[in-house]
C-alpha cells in the first residue's frame, strides 16, 4: 500500500489544508486505498478527512477488517456470552461470508439470529451490528478488494507512520511542524516510489 497521506495532525478538521495531502491530487495516479478504522468525536473518520482531498474516482474507501471483525465479536459476547462455542462459530460463518464479499450469506447469518434472540440487550446488540455494516456496505467488499489485490487491514499503513516517523528522529534533529509536514511529505513521495511521477506530472501542470 502507498504510505502517502498516512497522517491526520491533532486537530482533523484542518486536514483539507494540509499542503502534504494537497499534493496527493498530483500523484494520485492508480485507485488508492483509504482503510478507515477510527472514528473522530462526532463520528467523523480520519479516513473521511483524507477522501475530502482525494480524486474521489480514484480513491476506495476500505473498512479496517478487524475493526469490523471486532464488531462481529462484541454482538456475539452480548448474544451468546464469552467463551460460548456456537457463538463463536456464529461469529466465523458472519466473519467468512464478509471475507468472501458475499453479503446475502452475511445478512442472512444476522436476521436469522437476530429472528430467534427475545433479550432487548440482545436484540440491540444485533440492531447495531446490522446497521453499522449496512450504512458502510461499500466499505466492506473485502473480496472484491483482496481480488484488486488492495490491503484490507491496517497495518501496513501503521508500520509505514513508524517508517516515515523515523526520518525525523535521528540524533540532534529539531524541526518546526511546517518543516516537519514537508519532510514527511518529500518523505512519503520517496517510499511510495512516486518521486518521478511527481516531478513528471508537476512539470507538465
Not at 467523523?44 to 483524507?50: A, E
Not at 518546526?176 to 512519503?188: D, I, K, P, S
Request: hydrophobic share 40%; net charge positive; proline share 5%.
Amino acid at each position: 500500500m502507498r504510505r502517502l497521506g498516512s497522517r491526520i495532525e491533532e486537530q482533523p478538521e484542518r486536514a483539507a489544508e494540509l499542503r502534504p495531502l494537497q499534493a496527493l491530487r498530483v500523484v494520485v495516479e492508480r485507485p488508492l486505498p483509504i482503510i478507515v478504522k477510527q472514528l473522530l468525536p462526532g463520528g467523523r473518520h480520519h479516513g473521511m478527512q483524507l477522501v475530502r482531498v482525494l480524486p474521489r474516482q480514484k480513491t476506495t474507501v476500505i473498512l479496517d477488517f478487524y475493526h469490523a471483525a471486532e464488531h462481529v465479536h462484541q454482538a456475539r459476547r452480548v448474544v451468546f456470552g464469552e467463551e460460548n462455542e456456537p457463538g463463536k462459530a456464529w461469529a466465523g460463518q458472519v466473519i467468512d461470508a464478509l471475507l468472501k464479499d458475499d453479503w446475502d450469506r452475511m445478512w442472512q447469518q444476522l436476521a436469522s439470529q437476530r429472528s430467534r434472540v427475545r433479550g432487548p440487550a440482545k436484540r440491540r446488540s444485533l440492531d447495531h451490528l446490522m446497521q453499522y455494516l449496512a450504512a458502510r456496505r461499500e466499505k466492506v467488499r473485502y473480496g472484491s478488494f483482496k481480488e484488486a489485490g488492495l490491503k484490507i487491514g491496517s497495518g501496513p499503513t501503521e508500520s509505514g507512520c513508524k517508517s516515515e516517523a523515523r526520518r525525523l528522529k535521528g540524533i540532534g534533529m529539531r524541526w518546526t511542524a511546517r518543516n516537519a509536514e514537508a519532510v514527511m511529505a518529500l518523505e512519503g513521495l520517496h517510499q511510495s516510489h512516486l518521486w518521478p511521477t511527481y516531478w513528471r506530472r508537476s512539470l507538465a501542470a
